[in-house]
């Protein structure tokens, strides 16, 4: 495994719930993070939600391509992005209050979650697109979902506190600091992101940005999340997709650091591009 060379706090940017329903706020999203160089990863529902599967929109499928070439990560998030009945009361509280009812792999048994991930992995093969990691809708995976993802080989899956190094067994501890569009802690939301990537950034503290689609239905999210990767950059930190950052992060980090620690390795960065926006 090679290590960091590069100085600067890594930190991830995610763009979810990428599908044919969603299309339209997810280009606005990666247009943002295309002029600014950063390489984003794309989580990917490939199965019907809230409108068609994936392969019955070509030019999503064709965009999507066309990322992944510019050096942005497809990632699967998921089948259908929906709760599924089963599991313990605690786990469908935390589907319902935490989840919002999305967390599709939070009460799922081995076999269960091993079906859905292969329908998933069936629908992207179809369309060309060939996944390396994974991250559950909300977050939340039960503990036979995570021996479902190891047993069929992808590389890392994400949880709201870490990223997870399935072939290690690694655990990245990265804070995901996400929007809650509409909802209570709306302006919470917005402030601690603003706020907090400059402050990690200038610490070496790694952590992420989520961005979903909804949250440019709201008045000052993509202001806010754009200027908290602004002052990340301007900080100095580096982005990375999940795909690199797990590729390339260092096994153990010296402790009383403020940073990634070691040698050798090169960071693509996302081509810049102007989108007029
Ligand atoms: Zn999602």
Same mark, same amino acid.
């Given at each position: 495994?090679?290590?960091?060379?590069?100085?600067?706090?890594?930190?991830?940017?995610?763009?979810?719930?990428?599908?044919?329903?969603?299309?339209?706020?997810?280009?606005?999203?990666?247009?943002?993070?295309?002029?600014?160089?950063?390489?984003?990863?794309?989580?990917?529902?490939?199965?019907?939600?809230?409108?068609?599967?994936?392969?019955?929109?070509?030019?999503?499928?064709?965009?999507?391509?066309?990322?992944?070439?510019?050096?942005?990560?497809?990632?699967?998030?998921?089948?259908?992005?929906?709760?599924?009945? *089963?599991?313990?009361?605690? +786990?469908?509280?935390?589907? &319902?209050?935490?989840? %919002? /009812?999305?967390?599709?792999?939070? !009460? #799922?048994?081995?076999?269960?979650?091993?079906?859905?991930?292969?329908?998933?992995?069936?629908?992207?093969?179809?369309?060309?697109?060939?996944?390396?990691?994974?991250?559950?809708?909300?977050?939340?995976?039960?503990?036979?979902?995570?021996?479902?993802?190891?047993?069929?080989?992808?590389?890392?899956?994400?949880?709201?506190?870490?990223?997870?190094?399935?072939?290690?067994?690694?655990?990245?501890?990265?804070?995901?600091?996400?929007?809650?569009?509409?909802?209570?802690?709306?302006?919470? *939301?917005?402030?601690?992101? +603003?706020?907090?990537?400059? &402050?990690?950034?200038? %610490? /070496?503290?790694?952590?992420?940005? !989520? #961005?979903?689609?909804?949250?440019?239905?709201?008045?000052?999210?993509?202001?806010?999340?754009?200027?908290?990767?602004?002052?990340?950059?301007?900080?100095?930190?580096?982005?990375?997709?999940?795909?690199?950052?797990?590729?390339?992060?260092?096994?153990?980090?010296?402790?009383?650091?403020?940073?990634?620690?070691?040698?050798?390795?090169?960071?693509?960065?996302?081509?810049?591009?102007?989108?007029?926006?």
């Amino acid at each position: 495994m090679t290590e960091l060379s590069e100085p600067g706090t890594p930190f991830v940017v995610s763009i979810h719930d990428v599908a044919p329903a969603s299309a339209e706020p997810c280009r606005r999203w990666l247009a943002d993070l295309d002029e600014r160089g950063v390489p984003a990863t794309l989580l990917i529902v490939p199965g019907p939600w809230r409108g068609p599967a994936l392969p019955e929109d070509p030019a999503l499928v064709a965009w999507l391509r066309e990322a992944e070439q510019r050096g942005h990560e497809l990632s699967l998030h998921g089948y259908a992005h929906e709760g599924v009945q *089963g599991g313990s009361g605690p +786990r469908q509280l935390v589907n &319902r209050v935490l989840a %919002r /009812g999305c967390a599709e792999f939070c !009460a #799922l048994d081995e076999a269960e979650a091993r079906h859905r991930l292969e329908d998933g992995l069936a629908v992207l093969d179809l369309v060309g697109i060939k996944p390396v990691g994974f991250t559950p809708p909300g977050w939340l995976a039960s503990p036979g979902a995570y021996r479902a993802l190891k047993a069929l080989g992808f590389r890392y899956t994400t949880s709201h506190l870490a990223v997870h190094d399935l072939s290690s067994g690694r655990r990245l501890a990265m804070f995901a600091l996400s929007h809650r569009p509409g909802g209570f802690g709306e302006r919470f *939301g917005a402030r601690l992101m +603003r706020h907090a990537g400059a &402050r990690w950034a200038r %610490r /070496g503290t790694p952590f992420r940005i !989520a #961005l979903h689609p909804q949250d440019l239905a709201r008045p000052g999210l993509r202001e806010a999340a754009l200027d908290a990767i602004d002052a990340a950059l301007a900080a100095g930190a580096r982005p990375y997709t999940y795909a690199r950052l797990v590729e390339t992060y260092p096994r153990r980090r010296p402790t009383g650091t403020t940073g990634p620690a070691g040698r050798a390795t090169t960071q693509h960065p996302v081509r810049r591009v102007r989108s007029g926006k």
